[in-house]
């Protein structure tokens, strides 16, 4: 069993998947694996793989055809199987902090699901920070109500809760973000902390 499995899901992002998968291969618990989800690559985005795992036996590809909004459907069986302490995701044009998973294992000795604060920088250099949590019932009730307040990487759960959901990942219906409506199940779940 592995401390956590990193999922990448790719579409189109060859130019900056490379320095996504590095931030998943410098996490300071090195027991990981690294899935990366091929929804439809092409070949630019084969080779930025087959040249991060040249190196590093953690990394998987599994190369799918297009499936649904963002190939949701893929993602499935990938987070059913896992036998990881915990699944957490990372967009293939985002970066996770060294200590992402070392920090999301302590979260979730207590919790089901966890997001850390996104950081962002835009374009001309300024950084700003979106603190939300879930434990809070007015961040959790906005949440609920249909407000999009975050991105889908760093989200992290246990496969148990997710596989205690009565629909994992499957293709998003219009007026939702993929990331948004998975994490609506979980905060549906009866009992999910």
Known sequence: MSSADIVIPTHDHARTLGHSLRSAQDQTVGDIRIVVIGDGIGDDTREVVADARAGDPRIELLDL??????????????????????VTYLCDDDLLFPDHVEQMVGLLEDADV??????????QGAVRCSPVSFADEEWRDAALSGRSLYGLTGLSHTPEAYRRLPEGW????????????????????????
């Open 170 to 193: 499957a293709t998003t219906p219009e007026g939702y973000y993929t990331d948004q409506f998975m994490l609506l199940k979980f905060l549906r779940l009866p009992g999910c902390r």
């Open 114 to 123: 966890a997001l850390p604060p996104s950081t962002h920088l835009d374009a």
């Open 65 to 86: 055809p297009k499936a649904g909004r963002t190939g949701e459907p893929h993602r499935d069986p990938v987070v059913r199987a896992s036998n990881a302490t915990l």
